[in-house]
Structures are given as structure tokens and as C-alpha cells.
């Protein structure tokens, strides 16, 4: 299950307990948001021995979203060591999901 990221201690927690943080910025006005809400999930839990993955609602926590450039929701960003690796933004299928992040955890290995 995906943990969430209200405030800037928790995001500070995060980056500095785990090496891999996948971020789902959503809001919950954003349709597209509900449908990958169950594909995140799923991939956080299928992934959660190696990846930290959080939630982050826009609307209560917008100055982190900003300072990752989030322009649309639903957004997933993938952290190493607090360092951007790469964004996937939309919403798409599960195994789209699975192999956007198995790529990217693969080429920074």
C-alpha cells in the first residue's frame, strides 16, 4: 500500500530512508487520477521490497508537485536518492506502468 506525502518532513523522510521513491502526484477532482489509483497501488505493492512509493494530493501539498514541475495529474515520478530519474504523466495501464519502472530501475542500476 502507497504511503502519503502531506508536507515537507515527510517528503524529506522519504528521500532520505529510501534509495527508489516512485511519487503518484493526483488530485481528487481528476478523473483520469481514479483509474490509476489501482494500477499504483498495485505496482507499489508488487514493487514495495525495492521502491518507496507515496501519494500526493496537488491540491494540499502543491509546493512539492511544483518543484517537480508537475503541469497535469495524474503524474508518477520516479526518485533516486532524491534526484529525479524520470516522469510519466497520464493515466495508463498497469503493464505500461510495470514496464516504464522496470526500465528505469534497470538502466540507474
Not at 483520469?32 to 514495495?48: L, R
Not at 515520478?77 to 495508463?92: F, I, M, R, T
Amino acid at each position: 500500500m502507497a504511503n502519503t506525502i502531506s508536507n515537507q518532513q515527510e517528503y524529506d523522510a522519504a528521500v532520505a530512508e529510501n534509495d527508489w521513491v516512485l511519487i503518484d502526484f493526483w488530485a481528487t477532482w481528476c478523473g483520469p487520477c481514479k483509474s490509476m489509483a489501482p494500477v499504483f497501488e498495485a505496482v507499489a505493492e508488487e514493487n514495495q521490497d525495492s521502491v518507496f512509493a507515496a501519494k500526493v494530493d496537488v491540491d494540499q501539498f502543491g509546493e512539492l508537485a511544483a518543484s517537480f514541475n508537475v503541469r497535469g495529474v495524474p503524474t508518477l515520478a520516479l526518485l533516486h536518492q532524491g534526484k529525479l530519474v524520470s516522469d510519466l504523466v497520464g493515466a495508463h495501464p498497469q503493464s505500461s506502468v510495470e514496464s516504464w519502472l522496470n526500465q528505469n530501475l534497470t538502466v540507474a542500476a
